[in-house]
């Protein structure tokens, strides 16, 4: 395992699995959720709430960072970590993601992607080496590969193209971050413009920070095209950790669960395996059942945003008129900052009057669910009883939702 890495395996239950990855900032205890911080913020969340909430890791996204503000800007700053003051584990996703979702406005090659910017119709080319440089410069400690990314439900031929390719990007990304590494210290250290904040006691980025690039295993839902993706992969190099991408993207969930059973069998037990862009609480617990480590999503924030609030019985919405006079915490079994000290009747009215707390209350309320729910499954993984545990929480937050959001 490469410097500043070490992904210690403490117990398993089952396929499922308690373990330390411990990274250049900081030990994250899985399995974990990862908050989405898009734009460098998680939306309408500060550090110190996602410290108090106990997310350990979190994500940041490529694209967005490089179309705006700028990666070299973000570099100048010293890094994703500094500009937006998180000290803790920090990935950033490759952009393949977005590109490919911007039907329309982008080209494909073998060389890369060439895409129209959401935001004002410029053009840009995203390759494995252009990536590389870009996720160089923000500088997260996991960096994902630049990978080629397909619906859901593809046939075999477009996701053996497509799998197959991202091979060979990973190999190229690999190569590039290898060039870049061999140039000498981190852009972060030889920043031009290094900000000395005023009164700050926020860490120095250390010269020549390590990153870990992940690769990527794709291959939609066909078994043979992701044990071929995964041998291919680890023919390429020891990997410190694995991404699981192109599930959670349209197919059907019995299809998901059976690749990632597939999958399981295939990557190694002793690296951490992060499923990309997964999920609502039940995906995440099926996930953990499968041997899934780490996972990230939008979903506990946009939802929050529109006033879904999930609990152990299902997710329902704080608008709905029923609420109006109820005196209860969103969730009655929850001690986050929103639940501790305010009503539904309260966090209502907020939606109701487009107050900005009402917003972040939910946000705050949905991320804690699910840091909790993966510290809860931790717990049972370590006593080893998740199987049972897992049974029951999915039992309940089946049978009861009160109200689907
Ligand atoms: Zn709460």
Same mark, same amino acid.
């Given at each position: 395992?490469?410097?500043?890495?070490?992904?210690?395996?403490?117990?398993?239950?089952?396929?499922?699995?308690?373990?330390?990855?411990?990274?250049?900032?900081?030990?994250?205890?899985?399995?974990?959720?990862?908050?989405?911080?898009?734009?460098?913020?998680?939306?309408?969340?500060?550090?110190?709430?996602?410290?108090?909430?106990?997310?350990?890791?979190?994500?940041?996204? @490529?694209?967005?960072?490089?179309?705006?503000?700028?990666?070299?800007?973000?570099?100048?700053?010293?890094?994703?970590? *500094?500009?937006?003051? +998180?000290?803790? @584990?920090?990935?950033?996703?490759?952009?393949g993601f977005?590109v490919f979702s911007?039907e329309?406005?982008?080209?494909v090659s073998e060389?890369?992607v060439?895409? $129209?910017?959401?935001?004002?119709?410029?053009?840009?080319?995203?390759?494995?080496?252009?990536?590389?440089? !870009?996720?160089?410069?923000?500088?997260? %400690?996991? /960096?994902?590969q630049f990978d080629h990314v397909i619906p859901g439900q593809s046939d075999e031929a477009a996701a053996r193209d497509a799998s197959e390719r991202s091979v060979r990007w990973l190999?190229?990304?690999?190569?590039?971050?290898?060039?870049?590494?061999?140039?000498?210290?981190?852009?972060?250290?030889?920043?031009?413009?290094?900000?000395?904040?005023?009164?700050? @006691?926020?860490?120095?980025?250390?010269?020549?920070?390590?990153?870990?690039?992940?690769p990527i295993v794709q291959g939609g839902i066909h078994a043979t095209l992701r044990r071929e993706a995964t041998r291919a992969i680890?023919?390429?190099?020891? +990997?410190?950790?694995f991404g699981v991408g192109g599930l959670s993207v349209g197919e059907a969930k019995p299809d998901m669960y059976r690749i990632l059973e597939v999958l399981?069998?295939e990557l190694?037990?002793?690296?951490?395996?992060?499923l990309m862009g997964v999920?609502?609480?039940?995906?995440?617990?099926?996930?953990?059942?499968?041997? /899934?480590?780490?996972?990230?999503?939008?979903?506990?924030?946009?939802?929050?945003?529109?006033?879904?609030?999930?609990?152990?019985?299902?997710?329902?919405?704080?608008?709905?008129? =029923?609420? $109006?006079?109820?005196? $209860?915490?969103?969730?009655?079994?929850? %001690?986050?900052?929103?639940?501790?000290?305010?009503? $539904?009747?309260? /966090?209502?009215?907020?939606?109701?009057?487009? =107050?900005?707390?009402?917003? *972040?209350?939910?946000?705050?309320?949905?991320?804690?669910?699910?840091?909790?729910?993966?510290?809860?499954?931790?717990?049972? !993984?370590?006593?080893?009883?998740?199987?049972? +545990?897992?049974? =029951? +929480?999915?039992?309940?937050?089946?049978?009861?939702?009160?109200?689907?959001?």
């Open positions: 395992m490469g410097t500043g890495f070490d992904f210690e395996l403490e117990s398993e239950s089952g396929p499922a699995r308690a373990a330390r990855f411990r990274t250049p900032h900081g030990t994250v205890e899985t399995p974990a959720f990862m908050p989405v911080g898009t734009a460098a913020t998680v939306k309408g969340l500060d550090p110190d709430e996602l410290h108090t909430i106990g997310a350990q890791m979190i994500l940041a996204n @490529t694209y967005h960072l490089h179309l705006r503000p700028g990666d070299e800007l973000i570099r100048d700053f010293g890094g994703v970590h *500094r500009f937006m003051g +998180w000290d803790g @584990t920090l990935l950033t996703d490759s952009g977005q911007l329309g406005l982008r080209t060389d890369g060439e895409f $129209r910017s959401h935001l004002d119709g410029s053009t840009h080319v995203f390759t494995p080496e252009r990536v590389m440089v !870009i996720e160089r410069n923000l500088g997260a %400690d996991v /960096i994902m190999a190229r990304c690999m190569k590039a971050l290898d060039s870049l590494r061999s140039d000498g210290a981190s852009p972060i250290s030889t920043a031009r413009n290094f900000p000395r904040l005023p009164g700050t @006691t926020f860490p120095l980025p250390a010269p020549s920070q390590p990153q870990a690039l992940f680890l023919d390429l190099a020891d +990997w410190i950790g399981n069998g190694p037990r002793d690296r951490p395996r992060y999920g609502f609480p039940e995906d995440l617990v099926e996930g953990v059942a499968r041997g /899934i480590d780490l996972f990230d999503c939008v979903a506990p924030t946009r939802m929050g945003r529109n006033g879904a609030a999930f609990t152990n019985d299902g997710r329902f919405n704080i608008k709905r008129a =029923e609420f $109006r006079t109820d005196p $209860r915490p969103l969730d009655p079994e929850c %001690d986050c900052g929103a639940c501790r000290r305010f009503s $539904r009747g309260y /966090i209502r009215h907020l939606f109701t009057a487009d =107050e900005m707390l009402g917003l *972040r209350l939910l946000s705050l309320h949905n991320v804690h669910f699910l840091v909790r729910l993966m510290r809860d499954a931790r717990a049972a !993984i370590r006593a080893d009883r998740f199987a049972a +545990w897992s049974r =029951e +929480w999915l039992t309940r937050y089946h049978s009861r939702s009160p109200v689907i959001a």
